[in-house]
């Protein structure tokens, strides 16, 4: 890594510590902010469902599509975090 890039300390929820340039702070905080809006939206999305007053057929087929389009929408993120994760791991190694 360049002597002149900025880097910053991370402690991880494992206890790991991460290092990462700042330079990518801003997308790290992005595809974070953008994957707890798709988990919020879904999480409401599931207690809708669950409140309402239709079949119980009905819900559990609208609760697997829900989950079917919960985890397509994500995984373009979870692909993104963890191609930058690799390459994070191999300027620190």
């Known amino acids: ?13 494992n206890g790991a510590t991460c290092l990462y340039s700042l330079e990518l702070q801003p997308f790290l905080q992005s595809l974070r902010a953008t994957l707890a809006d ?5 999480e409401s999305d599931i207690e809708t469902v669950r409140k309402s007053s239709v079949d119980e057929l009905f819900k559990q ?3 697997r599509k829900l989950q079917e ?8 993120c ?9 390459r994070l791991h191999a300027r620190v190694a």
């Open 78 to 86: 979870v692909v993104q975090l963890e191609r930058l994760q690799k």
């Open 61 to 63: 087929a609208t609760i």
């Open 1 to 13: 890594m360049p002597a002149n890039t900025a880097q910053h300390f991370t402690h991880m929820s």
């Open 38 to 42: 798709i988990d919020f939206e879904y």
């Open 69 to 76: 389009c919960h985890r397509e929408r994500r995984m373009p």
